[in-house]
């Protein structure tokens, strides 16, 4: 092979390198921050409800939720919002308000920002902000459809852990220890789901080939 020959082989290396070094750059996809953010957070929230190291609990979950989850989401929201991708802000920012709205009710109520209550009516609290949280996720999962099933499943899964809080709230003066165990594992399969999503964007992003997310419910 010629000088020549090889200059010019080299030269189209560095061209072909190059580009997919600048589709790799931009390759704008804020759900590879969001979801990291609402994984740990979940698996914060999820060994806290089967009662996993229940005296440090408290700290380990406000410090995941407020610094790891609440934050990164609002950081991906931002993206997503610079991106002009819309559905991806409404999705990521409610996610973002949950988790930060989370730390808020706990902090408010064992310090009684908001004045002193029993321990009746601190169950009623969380058993409202779980309701309000599960109306909100329900809208989601309905506005979502369109949506691969991934997203769906997701979502139907975050429904169903924020009901068995409300209920395990709900009902007497402390909380139903088995509905919460049981809302713990439902939230282990969706953090399992959003490790998932998370390798699919990640293959994408770095050019290889999608995962399967199942076809939308709705057309």
């Not at 409610?94 to 601190?122: C, E, N, R, V, Y």
């Not at 998932?196 to 992003?205: E, G, K, N, T």
Request: charged share 10%.
């Amino acid at each position: 092979m010629t000088t020549e020959a090889m200059t010019t082989e080299d030269a189209a290396i560095s061209r072909h390198e190059s580009a997919a070094d600048a589709d790799l750059a931009g390759a704008v996809n804020p759900a590879l921050l969001g979801l990291p953010a609402f994984i740990v957070g979940s698996l914060g929230l999820g060994l806290t409800f089967v009662g996993y190291a229940p005296d440090g609990a408290a700290v380990a979950l406000l410090s995941i939720i407020i610094l790891g989850a609440g934050l990164g989401l609002v950081v991906a929201t931002a993206w997503a919002a610079g991106a002009g991708q819309g559905p991806v802000v409404a999705i990521l920012g409610i996610m973002a308000m949950f988790w930060l709205s989370f730390p808020t009710l706990q902090l408010a109520l064992t310090h009684d920002w908001f004045g002193a209550l029993a321990a009746g009516g601190k169950n009623q609290a969380v058993a409202v902000f779980a309701l309000c949280w599960f109306v909100v996720v329900v809208m989601l999962t309905l506005a979502t459809l369109r949506l691969p099933s991934v997203f769906t499943v997701l979502f139907l899964l975050i429904d169903v852990a924020l009901l068995l809080v409300f209920f395990a709230y709900s009902g007497g003066s402390a909380p139903s220890s088995g509905l919460l165990t049981v809302a713990g594992m439902v939230v282990f399969v969706f953090a399992a789901i959003g490790i998932y999503m998370f390798f699919d964007a990640m293959a994408v992003a770095t050019g290889g080939k999608a995962l399967p997310m199942g076809k939308p419910i709705r057309r």
